[in-house]
């Protein structure tokens, strides 16, 4: 009697065995995992099949071969209705055309008019002479729709005043044949390029790409993206809209004094500084023109001053943010005294 060891040991390679048996697929189907469709719209279906080594040598491209898809099972035979499609017969549940070469193992297929009974996951199968398979480890689910699918809008490039920007917008073509129109509700002008385009699933989109230089009066403006779907007679839209965030350096900065009119020496002012800036202004200060040159006064977006005779004169304040400063107009701060230099009054 074998040792326990060894028991273990080939119990563990026959059910290795077993499973890789059992695990063995006479076909090999890929295709998408999922797909969105409007309802009374087409869907292609990317399809493609392999057949491993095991059973190459019964498969021969010169024979007629058919493609069939079931719904919802893998099973296949009399007394089963999950058929919908079989490309030998000329009266099927579902419309559609195998597109796709199947001599060359291509079985993409296009379903004409769905309704939201189509709903569900479908298996491929293919009907030759003598080889006859299904994958049963490869679906593909149809979720069928009234709305299409939102687009989607991303961004290529840094999002800042004075540099050339790239927005994209990409939605869904279930169906090439009709696929969606993008168009764009921008704060500018634009010039967009539309293409159809490829997914690495070899599921189709239109990509609309409008480019145009940042300006800081677009930051915070909406910009939209909108899908308009031909189904029939009519059409379904679907939008997309997002809100422009552009950094740009301080603006509209502007130094004010209060009070405005003539003080007197003793008195005491308040200079303010504002400004637009994103990110925000992160430092504020004030100039003194003195003898023709500025001097640096304060810092901070507020300054107090308790005046005296040498205080009068322009000020202007400077805003700076990381992306670069903004300088205000000058400001005359006039002042009540005696003597008649810059910016006094006298009495």
Known sequence: MACPENMFFLIGLFMSGVLACFGKRDLIATMPDRLDVLTGSCVQIPCAFY????????????????????????????????????????????????????????????????TTSYSDKYFFRIESQPFRATDPDKSVNIDVRDLPPS???TVSGEVKEGTPVSLNCSAVAPCPEHPPELTWTLPTQFTPEN???????????????VTFTLSYLHHEKNITCTAVYPVGTSNKTAEH???????????????????????LVGSCVNLTCSSTANPPVTNFT??????????QEASGQSYTLNVTVGDGGLYYCEARNSHGRGKSEEEKLAIKGKTGTLGTILD
């Open 286 to 295: 004030w100039f003194q023109i003195s003898g023709g040159k500025p001097t």
């Open 151 to 153: 687009p989607i809008i």
């Open 195 to 209: 293409q159809l385009q490829e997914n690495p699933d070899q599921t189709k989109s239109i990509l609309s790409t």
């Open 51 to 114: 057949i491993p080594d095991q059973n190459d040598y019964k498969f021969n491209s010169t024979i007629l071969t058919s493609g069939v898809w079931l719904k919802g099972s893998t099973k296949f035979g009399e007394g089963q209705d999950n058929v919908r499609f079989h490309s030998s017969k000329t009266v099927n549940r579902y419309q559609g055309n195998i597109t796709g070469n199947m001599s060359q193992k291509n079985c993409t297929t296009v379903f004409f008019n769905v």
């Open 241 to 263: 809209t997002m809100m422009l965030n552009v950094s740009f350096s301080p603006k509209d900065t502007l130094a004010s004094i209060s009070p405005a009119g003539p003080v």
